[in-house]
């Protein structure tokens, strides 16, 4: 019976034994994967449950289409998880098939399943990375320098470079030190500079490579921190500063300069040094009374003036126009007398008889026009004024005053002269050109005195009655419809004539006869001509003049062209 | 004696000239972004690696196939192989995900667009070496030793080596597009 049974038992041990022995293999990996870097190919697998200390790993490998697959023995070590198999896998870079791996348990006798791994190991499967990164901040600027990885094991001719050759490109990332939020940015060049970001001061940096043409993944370097140090005296800022400095020592070069010239230049020589200084606006007025003679005229205080006084009155005027006591009348409605002018107006107009008028006109100064009735011989000028009430108050040379003198104005006495009478305005002379008129009296007068100045002065005294005649009448005798601009500045030169007028020699009859012919001639023409200024032309005709004439061939005959003077003419046409 | 010997010369320049143009290589340039091709294989490739079981058996390369072919059969290999895979691998090929289906449309439609670019830009001038036709009857004998689905699958898993030829026999311009290197006899 027991020989019947023992053979079943044996059998029966030695399956359980053998059961047991599968039973208790050791599990295989879980997992068996690549982790590849640029030269670091490192297999990964997962550790069995319940290993032992003597558990160890086994490890081949296979290229992709080949049948054998190759035990690596560096890799059994106990205990351990990885293994690297770079060195089995060097032309990783130019095999394009791959490897297989795969890994077993191993413990004393006993071992796992081999586990494989899910994909080929490929260039595609190799993570990109950086060997070294070179920050520098200065100026504002991030200067950064990539090092490729370099493993001892890298075989010749296959550098990171020269294994990928196109398209690298690196993302850099910055980061401020206190924040999270980083800022990346792409370059294209192991050499890279890039512009700090505004307030940052202190930042970190890391680097990741990738190809563009591949998918390789690519992982970051390690993070560097950099601080900016506020650069005070850099080149910029010193150059800056040695710029400015030369620039102010131009300016001052030039200031002082500037001074130095001033003071050297500024004083004048002897000559035209002169002993007083001139104060305007301190030393008196040479006619005081006339610039602040603003007198506000009330015309219902004055009388009208009869035209007899209108054309019996001229007065003078100082070097720039007419200056007198008695305002210029110009129409009936417009009579402005002066104040102090007045009585002497009214004093002089039944005076028939010459009279020794202060020579006022004397007093003026030297562009003085002092405009007398033509009725009084030159030796008579003051007397001449004085007969029409002329007295000059010291009036400025701006100020013109002409006074008219009505026809048969019985204060026209001459000594035998034809034109011992001043024909003033008429009356009938329109409103708008009484004005007019008067400037061109006072314009004619200023001819006539550039003819006469060329005298000696001895002749002074003496006038010629047919200058004296003749002149007033050219001077006086305006156009009725004579349209003169008035120009302010002409009544003054004319009144500067009469002065001149005045002081002509009485030696020079035949001369001034001569020129009373040709001023009768051209008068007869068109109008009254200066005789002496060639230049000045005439177009317009004098109206006839209503002219209080004197018994007198000559100042009969003269019309109304006598009176038409080239000057106003010309005046007008300029204005 | 001068003007000859000038005309000679000249003679010879433009015979030289027009030897240069006519066995000179002769580039195409195929607009294909490569990168993208290669991005969509790498995101099927676990799961059509996973599923191939012939460890052992290769389709694209036996040990030195693919390496051996030289510069003038290239134009060649590329268009035999592009054909290969428009005529048999992705007709074959049965794929249940869509997200794969979709990468593998994605590639097909590159591959299609190579050939026909280089079919008009080369005409008649791709002449196949003995050398290349014998390469690329071992690809299609390899094919056909497997049932046509793991030959599928296995072809299909095998792009990135294909890709990765292309790319070193080919080259890649600035704006990753392929330009293909023909010569001509």
Redesign the interface.
């Given at each position: 019976m027991l020989s019947r049974l023992l053979p079943l038992l044996l059998t029966f041990a030695s399956l359980s034994l053998g059961f047991r022995a599968h039973g208790t293999e050791l599990p295989s990996p879980a997992s068996v994967w690549f982790e590849g870097r640029f030269f670091q190919h490192i297999l990964h697998w997962t550790p069995i449950p319940n290993q032992s200390e003597d558990t160890y790993y086994q490890v081949a490998l296979?290229k992709?289409?080949?049948?054998v697959w190759k035990d690596a023995h560096s890799c059994r070590e106990a205990q351990a998880l990885s293994c690297d198999l770079t060195e089995f896998t060097l032309d990783l870079y130019y095999n394009?098939?791959?490897y297989?791996a795969r890994v077993r348990a191993v413990d004393n006798s006993q071992h796992s399943n081999w586990t494989?791994t899910?994909?080929?190991f490929?260039?595609?499967e190799v993570i990109l990375t950086v060997g070294s990164v070179t920050l520098e901040a200065s100026n504002g600027w991030i200067l950064g320098t990539i090092h490729p990885p370099r493993p001892k094991i890298v075989p010749a001719g296959q550098e990171y470079k020269q294994i990928f050759k196109?398209?690298r490109a690196y993302k850099v990332s910055i980061r401020k030190i206190s924040e999270q939020k980083n800022l990346t940015k792409t370059v294209h060049q192991e050499n890279f500079r890039l512009t700090v970001p505004r307030g940052m001061r202190e930042f970190c940096i890391k680097v990741k490579p990738f190809v563009?043409?591949?998918?390789n993944r690519g992982e970051w370097s390690e993070e560097q921190c950099l601080r900016l140090t506020e650069q005070y005296f850099t080149g910029t800022h010193l150059s800056i500063f040695f710029i400015f400095v030369l620039l102010l020592c131009g300016v001052l070069t030039c200031l002082a300069l500037h001074c130095y010239i001033r003071r050297h230049s500024g004083k004048l020589p002897a000559v035209l040094v002169f002993e007083k200084p001139h104060n305007f606006f301190l030393a008196d007025p040479p006619f005081p009374e006339i610039s602040d003679a603003i007198h506000i005229l009330d015309l219902e205080a004055f009388p009208k003036v009869s035209p007899e006084l209108r054309d019996s009155a001229l007065h003078g005027s100082t070097d720039s126009g007419f200056g007198s006591g008695k305002p210029s009348l110009q129409t009936e409605d417009s009579q402005l007398l002066l104040p102090g002018s007045q009585p002497q107006i009214q004093g002089t107009l039944g005076n028939e008889e010459p009279q020794e008028l202060p020579d006022h006109c004397g007093d003026n100064t030297d562009s003085g026009i002092c405009l007398q009735e033509p009725n009084l011989h030159s030796s008579m000028g003051p007397t001449w004024k004085q007969q029409f009430g002329y007295t000059h108050q010291g009036q400025d040379d701006s100020d013109i005053s002409l006074v008219q003198n009505s026809p048969g104005q019985p204060t026209n006495t001459q000594d035998g002269s034809a034109l011992g009478h001043v024909c003033l305005l008429e009356p009938r002379i329109p409103e708008e050109k009484k004005q007019v008129m008067v400037t061109f009296q006072g314009y004619q007068k200023q001819t006539r005195w550039k003819e006469e100045t060329a005298d000696p002065p001895e002749h002074l005294d003496k006038e010629s009655p047919l200058t004296d005649a003749f002149d007033p009448k050219l001077g006086v005798c305006l156009q009725d419809d004579l349209a003169w601009p008035p120009p302010a500045l002409a009544k003054g030169y004319m009144k500067q004539e009469s002065h001149g007028m005045t002081s002509a020699p009485s030696g020079t009859t035949s001369r001034q006869w001569d020129q009373l012919a040709e001023g009768w001639s051209l008068l007869d023409d068109v109008s009254c001509e200066d005789l002496s200024v060639a230049s000045w032309t005439f177009a317009h005709q004098l109206a006839p003049l209503d002219c209080g004439a004197a018994p007198g061939g000559l100042l009969s005959g003269l019309d109304a062209n006598l009176a038409t003077l080239p000057l106003i003419s010309s005046l007008r046409v300029e204005e | 004696m001068k003007a000859q010997c000038a005309s000679h010369w000249l003679l010879g320049v433009a015979l030289f000239l027009c030897s240069v143009h006519t066995h000179s290589l002769r580039r195409c340039l195929i607009s294909v972004d490569m990168h993208s091709i290669g991005k969509s294989f790498q995101e099927m490739k676990r799961g059509l690696q996973t599923k191939d079981t012939f460890q052992n058996v290769t389709i694209l390369s036996t040990l030195e196939n693919l390496e051996s072919i030289k510069p003038v059969d290239v134009c060649c290999v590329t268009n035999s192989l592009l054909t290969f895979y428009r005529d048999r691998v992705f007709k074959d090929h049965q794929e249940m995900s869509p997200e794969v289906l979709r990468r593998i449309s994605s590639i097909a439609n590159s591959f299609l667009y190579m050939q026909k670019t280089l079919e008009r830009c080369m005409h008649r001038r791709c002449h196949c070496s003995q050398e290349a036709t014998n390469a690329t009857r071992i690809i299609h004998d390899n094919y056909n030793q497997l049932e046509v689905s793991s030959a599928a699958l296995k072809s299909l898993g095998e792009l990135d080596i294909f890709l990765a030829w292309l790319d070193k026999n080919h080259q890649e311009t600035p704006a990753r597009n392929l330009t293909l290197n023909a010569s001509s006899d």
């Amino acid at each position: 019976m027991l020989s019947r049974l023992l053979p079943l038992l044996l059998t029966f041990a030695s399956l359980s034994l053998g059961f047991r022995a599968h039973g208790t293999e050791l599990p295989s990996p879980a997992s068996v994967w690549f982790e590849g870097r640029f030269f670091q190919h490192i297999l990964h697998w997962t550790p069995i449950p319940n290993q032992s200390e003597d558990t160890y790993y086994q490890v081949a490998l296979k290229k992709y289409g080949s049948t054998v697959w190759k035990d690596a023995h560096s890799c059994r070590e106990a205990q351990a998880l990885s293994c690297d198999l770079t060195e089995f896998t060097l032309d990783l870079y130019y095999n394009g098939y791959g490897y297989w791996a795969r890994v077993r348990a191993v413990d004393n006798s006993q071992h796992s399943n081999w586990t494989l791994t899910e994909t080929r190991f490929t260039l595609d499967e190799v993570i990109l990375t950086v060997g070294s990164v070179t920050l520098e901040a200065s100026n504002g600027w991030i200067l950064g320098t990539i090092h490729p990885p370099r493993p001892k094991i890298v075989p010749a001719g296959q550098e990171y470079k020269q294994i990928f050759k196109n398209f690298r490109a690196y993302k850099v990332s910055i980061r401020k030190i206190s924040e999270q939020k980083n800022l990346t940015k792409t370059v294209h060049q192991e050499n890279f500079r890039l512009t700090v970001p505004r307030g940052m001061r202190e930042f970190c940096i890391k680097v990741k490579p990738f190809v563009e043409s591949r998918s390789n993944r690519g992982e970051w370097s390690e993070e560097q921190c950099l601080r900016l140090t506020e650069q005070y005296f850099t080149g910029t800022h010193l150059s800056i500063f040695f710029i400015f400095v030369l620039l102010l020592c131009g300016v001052l070069t030039c200031l002082a300069l500037h001074c130095y010239i001033r003071r050297h230049s500024g004083k004048l020589p002897a000559v035209l040094v002169f002993e007083k200084p001139h104060n305007f606006f301190l030393a008196d007025p040479p006619f005081p009374e006339i610039s602040d003679a603003i007198h506000i005229l009330d015309l219902e205080a004055f009388p009208k003036v009869s035209p007899e006084l209108r054309d019996s009155a001229l007065h003078g005027s100082t070097d720039s126009g007419f200056g007198s006591g008695k305002p210029s009348l110009q129409t009936e409605d417009s009579q402005l007398l002066l104040p102090g002018s007045q009585p002497q107006i009214q004093g002089t107009l039944g005076n028939e008889e010459p009279q020794e008028l202060p020579d006022h006109c004397g007093d003026n100064t030297d562009s003085g026009i002092c405009l007398q009735e033509p009725n009084l011989h030159s030796s008579m000028g003051p007397t001449w004024k004085q007969q029409f009430g002329y007295t000059h108050q010291g009036q400025d040379d701006s100020d013109i005053s002409l006074v008219q003198n009505s026809p048969g104005q019985p204060t026209n006495t001459q000594d035998g002269s034809a034109l011992g009478h001043v024909c003033l305005l008429e009356p009938r002379i329109p409103e708008e050109k009484k004005q007019v008129m008067v400037t061109f009296q006072g314009y004619q007068k200023q001819t006539r005195w550039k003819e006469e100045t060329a005298d000696p002065p001895e002749h002074l005294d003496k006038e010629s009655p047919l200058t004296d005649a003749f002149d007033p009448k050219l001077g006086v005798c305006l156009q009725d419809d004579l349209a003169w601009p008035p120009p302010a500045l002409a009544k003054g030169y004319m009144k500067q004539e009469s002065h001149g007028m005045t002081s002509a020699p009485s030696g020079t009859t035949s001369r001034q006869w001569d020129q009373l012919a040709e001023g009768w001639s051209l008068l007869d023409d068109v109008s009254c001509e200066d005789l002496s200024v060639a230049s000045w032309t005439f177009a317009h005709q004098l109206a006839p003049l209503d002219c209080g004439a004197a018994p007198g061939g000559l100042l009969s005959g003269l019309d109304a062209n006598l009176a038409t003077l080239p000057l106003i003419s010309s005046l007008r046409v300029e204005e | 004696m001068k003007a000859q010997c000038a005309s000679h010369w000249l003679l010879g320049v433009a015979l030289f000239l027009c030897s240069v143009h006519t066995h000179s290589l002769r580039r195409c340039l195929i607009s294909v972004d490569m990168h993208s091709i290669g991005k969509s294989f790498q995101e099927m490739k676990r799961g059509l690696q996973t599923k191939d079981t012939f460890q052992n058996v290769t389709i694209l390369s036996t040990l030195e196939n693919l390496e051996s072919i030289k510069p003038v059969d290239v134009c060649c290999v590329t268009n035999s192989l592009l054909t290969f895979y428009r005529d048999r691998v992705f007709k074959d090929h049965q794929e249940m995900s869509p997200e794969v289906l979709r990468r593998i449309s994605s590639i097909a439609n590159s591959f299609l667009y190579m050939q026909k670019t280089l079919e008009r830009c080369m005409h008649r001038r791709c002449h196949c070496s003995q050398e290349a036709t014998n390469a690329t009857r071992i690809i299609h004998d390899n094919y056909n030793q497997l049932e046509v689905s793991s030959a599928a699958l296995k072809s299909l898993g095998e792009l990135d080596i294909f890709l990765a030829w292309l790319d070193k026999n080919h080259q890649e311009t600035p704006a990753r597009n392929l330009t293909l290197n023909a010569s001509s006899d």
